[in-house]
C-alpha cells in the first residue's frame, strides 16, 4: 500500500509513518519546504527508516501540483491529513486580526481540500482509497481561544462524513479520528509544567496524557483493504471529552 501522510515531521505524523513501514507499506511524507522535508527524511534515517517526500506548503499547495500528479500517476491508496500550520491561540474569535483569520482558512482549510480534490479522482478511477482526517476533541469540547482551530477542524469532520456518503460505493472510505491531549513538542509548554499535568491528569478518565505511540495502530483499521468502516469518528482521547469529577473537584 501507498500511503501519503501530511505533516510527516510532527510526532503524531511520525508515530503514524512508523507503524505503516512496519507493516510494509511504501510511505511519501510531505513539509512545507524543500529544507524542511530534507530534514525531515534526515530525522527518519537517523531511525533507520526511509521514507519518500513530497513538498506540501497548505498555504500554496498549488506549487505542488506537478509533483502530486507524478506521485497520483504510480497509485495513492492511503491519505493521512495530519499536516496544520502553526497559528497562537491567543485571541478571543471577534479578537482575531481577520489577516490571521483567512491566512488560518486558506492554509488549514482550503489547503485541505486542494488536495483531497486531486487526490478523489485517482483514487475513484483505481476504486480503492482510504482517507484519515486527524482532528481533535477541541470540535467536541471547544478550546479557548482556539476558534480558527476549531472552526477549520470542525469543517473537515463534516467534509469526511460527506465524502463517506459519495465515495463509499468507489471503495473510497473517509474516516476521522479525534486526538485529545498528547505529549508532543508543540504541546510542551503546556505538559512541561507539572502542575498541568497533574490537574489534567486527574481530569482525563484514562489518568494520563496521550504519547505520539498511541496514535500508529489506531489507524490499522482504517487504511485496511478488508474493512466496513466508512464515516466515522474514532476518539482517541483517554477517555475526553466524559472526565473524573473527582479531578475537578481537587484543589
Not at 491508496?77 to 483569520?101: C, D, K, S
Not at 460527506?162 to 486526538?179: C, E, I, M, S, W
Amino acid at each position: 500500500m501507498r500511503v501519503l501522510i501530511t505533516g510527516g515531521s510532527s510526532d503524531i505524523g511520525r508515530s503514524i509513518a512508523r507503524r505503516r513501514l512496519a507493516l510494509g507499506d511504501e510511505v511519501i511524507v510531505t513539509a512545507s519546504s524543500a529544507e524542511s522535508l530534507e530534514e525531515t527524511r534526515a530525522r527518519y534515517r537517523a531511525e533507520g527508516l526511509e521514507v519518500r517526500g513530497l513538498v506540501l506548503d497548505l498555504s500554496a499547495p498549488a506549487m505542488s501540483e506537478a509533483a502530486l500528479s507524478e506521485l497520483l500517476a504510480e497509485g495513492l491508496q492511503g491519505l493521512v491529513l495530519n499536516a496544520w500550520t502553526r497559528r497562537p491561540p491567543l485571541y478571543r474569535f471577534h479578537e482575531l486580526p481577520q489577516e490571521a483569520l483567512e491566512a488560518d482558512v486558506t492554509a488549514n482549510l482550503m489547503g485541505n481540500l486542494w488536495l483531497l480534490r486531486r487526490v478523489l479522482p485517482s483514487m475513484v478511477e483505481a476504486r480503492w482509497g482510504r482517507i484519515v482526517f486527524i482532528s481533535s476533541v477541541s470540535t467536541v469540547n471547544g478550546t479557548g481561544r482556539y476558534g480558527a482551530y476549531v472552526l477549520c477542524k470542525s469543517a473537515l469532520e463534516g467534509l469526511m462524513r460527506n465524502l463517506a456518503v459519495d465515495y463509499g460505493d468507489f471503495n473510497v472510505l473517509a474516516n476521522t479520528v479525534r486526538l485529545g491531549i498528547f505529549k508532543t513538542e508543540r504541546t510542551r509548554k503546556y505538559w512541561s509544567k507539572p502542575r498541568y499535568v497533574e490537574r489534567m491528569s486527574g481530569v482525563i478518565p484514562q489518568g494520563t496524557l496521550g504519547e505520539p505511540e498511541h496514535v500508529g495502530e489506531v489507524l490499522d483499521p482504517l487504511l485496511s483493504a478488508h474493512q466496513y468502516i466508512n464515516g466515522a469518528v474514532l476518539d482517541v482521547t483517554g477517555g475526553l471529552p466524559m472526565f473524573r469529577l473527582e479531578g475537578v473537584l481537587r484543589t
